[in-house]
């Protein structure tokens, strides 16, 4: 589905979910069926076409890269879904602290974006998930470091420990049952009460 995407995302090296964790990610849609959904990391716009496919809900996706998303936007029209999108070209720390004083909702959650942001996302997006919402969170195992014993190479440090904490934080929220998944580059399914 959407080869054209996938083909370009090779060709331009652009970070897109992979087969199986987007297969995961389109049944964990079509499961909760969500009305809002909001993902952080619209990048070229692949994933948002894949869980739009899945359910009848509208999308606010953040992107920071303005090359990116107008290449989104572009996607989004040819594939007739931009009256589903609200496209938010900013840095995701920004558009959620504005989405969460503007008191938004959303039933399903796709975070994507920088990886060692992840932990200070989760208090705005436990804010703004409804009860017996979703958060599908991405690449949690980061290549396998986040599980790893062996000391973490400086220039990852940060960034696998930012990851440790986020999947720490949400394990210790009594409001949040989490499952975390083996799936390519770990997944973590994380259900508000």
């Known amino acids: ?12 090296h652009v970070p897109i979910i992979r087969n199986e964790s987007g ?5 964990e849609v079509k499961k909760n069926n969500p009305k809002r959904i909001l993902e952080i990391g619209t990048a070229i716009g692949y994933s948002a076409l894949l869980m739009l496919s899945s359910c009848n809900a509208f999308i606010t996706t953040i992107e920071k ?15 007739e879904v931009n009256e ?9 720390q920004i558009a959620l602290e504005k989405l969460s004083r503007n008191n938004e909702k959303f039933d399903f959650v796709f975070l994507d974006g920088p990886k060692g942001q992840y932990y200070k996302y989760l208090p705005f997006i436990k804010e703004m998930l409804l009860s017996n919402g979703t958060l ?7 290549g396998g470091l986040v599980l790893s014993t062996a000391p973490i190479p400086h220039k990852q440090r940060s960034m696998v420990n930012n990851m440790r904490k986020f999947l ?9 049952d989490v499952n975390v998944f083996n799936i390519e580059d770990g997944i973590a399914i994380i259900k508000k009460k």
Do not use: G
């Open 1 to 12: 589905m959407f080869k054209e995407l996938k083909e370009y995302a090779v060709e331009n």
């Open 23 to 27: 297969k995961f990610l389109c049944d």
């Open 65 to 79: 890269d303005e090359i990116r998303a107008k290449i989104a936007e572009n996607y989004f029209r040819k594939y």
């Open 84 to 92: 589903r999108i609200n496209l938010i070209c900013s840095d995701a």
């Open 136 to 142: 599908f969170a991405d690449n949690v195992y980061m």
């Open 168 to 176: 720490d934080l949400a394990k210790r929220d009594s409001d949040f």
